[in-house]
Each structure stands twice: as structure tokens, then as C-alpha cells.
């Protein structure tokens, strides 16, 4: 069982950053994390994925070149830098773990966050 508290949402003005990190607690080790958002009315999508060693990374087109990925492993976290922010970043953002090396797919991600706001004004 793997337990996950995201932190570090709140408000911004259009082209500020924001960094959320994800608490882990349980085995991560091996496994897949990932960020993901949720807007209202809309499905929940894929932000950003790393595996394990790091040596994987995947990114969602409409963030590539303003979001990072990283994770501690050594402090079990996973964080995710967010730069540039647009009005359309606002959503709720969700930090989540797959028991397995690799995958995007959503359905795949076994634990999940409670979720953290993230809104950005224009």
C-alpha cells in the first residue's frame, strides 16, 4: 500500500511558477510515478511521468519546456516544477504511483493523491 500527500498548490498570476512535491509513503521502489491534473467538466489527464532511476521521463505536449519532473528517491518524493504558467494550467493536480517500471496509461496508476488546486489568474 502506497500513501500520497501532495503540497505546494495555490494562486498565480499568469507566467509565475509553482512547485508541488508528492510525499510517498510505502514501497516506490521500482515503480513508476507521475503527475497528473484534473480540470473541471474535463477527464483527468497525463502531466508528466519519471521512472524509478530517472532514466525515463515523458512530458504531455502542452507542457513541454515549462514543467520538470524529478523525484528523491532517498526522501521518497517526487516533485514537479512548474514554470510559465497559463490560465489553462488551472486545475486540480494529482500526484500518483504505478506498481510497475513504466507506463502513461492512466488507468495503470494504482494510488493516488488526495490532489492539490492549482489556479493561475490572467
Known amino acids: 500500500q502506497v500513501q500520497l500527500v501532495e503540497s505546494g498548490g495555490g494562486l498565480v498570476q499568469a507566467g509565475g511558477s509553482l512547485r508541488l512535491s508528492c510525499a510517498a509513503s510505502?514501497?516506490?521502489?521500482?515503480?513508476?510515478m507521475g503527475w497528473f491534473r484534473q480540470a473541471p467538466g474535463e477527464e483527468r489527464e497525463l502531466v508528466a511521468a519519471?521512472?524509478?532511476?530517472?532514466?525515463?521521463?515523458v512530458y504531455a505536449d502542452f507542457v513541454k519546456g515549462r514543467f520538470t519532473i524529478s523525484r528523491d528517491n532517498a526522501k521518497n518524493t517526487v516533485s514537479l516544477q512548474m514554470n510559465s504558467l497559463k490560465p489553462e494550467d488551472t486545475a486540480v493536480y494529482y500526484c500518483?504511483?504505478?506498481?510497475?517500471?513504466?507506463?502513461?496509461?492512466?488507468?495503470?496508476?494504482?494510488?493516488w493523491g488526495q490532489g492539490t488546486q492549482v489556479t493561475v489568474s490572467s
Open positions: 500518483a504511483v504505478a506498481p510497475r517500471s513504466w507506463t502513461v496509461a492512466t488507468a495503470l496508476y494504482n494510488y
Open positions: 519519471i521512472t524509478w532511476s530517472g532514466d525515463r521521463i
Open positions: 510505502g514501497r516506490t521502489s521500482g515503480y513508476a
